[in-house]
């Protein structure tokens, strides 16, 4: 059940059309992509001398030999580890180190930091940089068969984004993999040989993941040149390419459509956004919906889950005669197929509707564990429950809401309150571009709310505004207690906010 004979399959059924383009430009079909993935096997297995299981690293932006090298460590029977390319060298070590992995592939940016690491490392053999002359020279004469792995053996070793300690390794499987990339033809969008999928997010995490039902349905890789996400790039690569998707953060989405190039832009060929990762708050939903029309798909997961948890599909972003059309848009959606999905109280007892608890799940798109860390497994996934530390709740029809993360729950005189239902009270206010919430600590009552806020170009936002927006929407006590004006959220790699920062900002400031 080797996930690398996805691409097998897509090469023998497609072998002409574009696999990987870089920009405008096709680099690779599939069926030279096949051929090149086979030959990179050859060198991991033969020349390498990597076993069955060896660790793999990926610590690059997004180029084209990402996906061949991904494919190839599959094909070899190795299992891949995806850094973000964003951290600090000390953050790279501790990855690099704890996975064991014996080979790094990385992008030209990111040598000169990860290139002294394997004399520190006793694990790490080799820094390779991918895409340069080198690296071709590397390339074996003759292609190496699909090693045969068993459907459970790890694939994809992803690292937490480690916000309240050092990262954990989520174990995925070729199953896992397989049963999320299946999903996502069932359950989010169809896809044909004619479609492609453009690059813009880091493909470390869900673009990359993303890439693997299109290659299952002989698609399009695109890669900007850029690597990332430039919104005047991005518009000319969905003019160049047709069946354009894209996986986007939801600050993503509000940078493509509030830039002066989209209003003359070319956009026919978009077919759909996928976004996740962080809320998409309601306002910025509609906006994005009166923008872009019916292209917009939500999904909720996690590293553990990968991409798989709940979603709100295409038609249910526009059935807007719905009598609780804009309770939905700000849920999540209903559970995905192939997956079980609870609300559960503290003793893992499940809660009827309407109820707060924490989100668990079930289903072969589960991670096997944490990497070499038996007591955060045995904690994630007591019952054989996946426990994501999500608060949420359903409604009668099965759409599920997310409050928060557990861990932001403000409680404040003994009451709880969810610092989503204070951000998208203080939205309504039409200078607000972005806000976070948090709770800061208070002698008396526990915590207090607390709000940071970045208002859009030239408004002018007082916190008397938004005092009497949030009593317009919310209870008194809800309220935050002081706003700070900033330029600019703190954000990961993957769009999303870093609360964690902000309290250390309540903490020192």
Known sequence: MNLARILAHAAAKHPGRPAISRGSKVVHTYSALAHRVARLAAVLREKFRLAPGDRVALAMTNSPPYLE???????AGLAAVPINAKLHQREFAYILENSGAKVCFVSPDLADTIAPLPREIATLERVIVAGDADYEELLA???AACADVNGDDLVWLFYTSGTTGRPKGAMLSHRNLKAMSDNYLEDVDAITE???????APMSHGSGLYGLPHVLAG???VIPESGGFEVEETLGLIARWPGATFFFAPTMVKRLIHSPAFAGANTSNLKTIVYGGAPMYLEDCLEALEKLGPKLVQIYGQGESPMTIAGLSRDEHMNSSHPRYHERLASVGRARQGVEVRVVNANDEPLPPGEVGEIVVRGEVVMKGYWQNPQATSDALRGGWLHTGDMG???????LTLKDRSRDLIISGGSNIYPREVEEAILHHPGVL???VV???????????VAFVVAKPGANVTAEDLDAVCLQHIARFKRPKDYFFLEALPKNNYGKVLKTELRAQLLTG
């Open 69 to 75: 090298l991904l494919f190839g460590i599959w094909h």
């Open 141 to 143: 004469p003759r292609p």
């Open 194 to 200: 004619r479609d492609c999928i453009i690059h813009a």
């Open 219 to 221: 698609a399009n890789n």
């Open 393 to 399: 709740a359903f409604d009668a029809d099965g759409f």
């Open 434 to 436: 972005e806000v976070s």
């Open 439 to 449: 709770g800061r600590p208070h002698a008396d009552w526990g915590e207090e709310v």
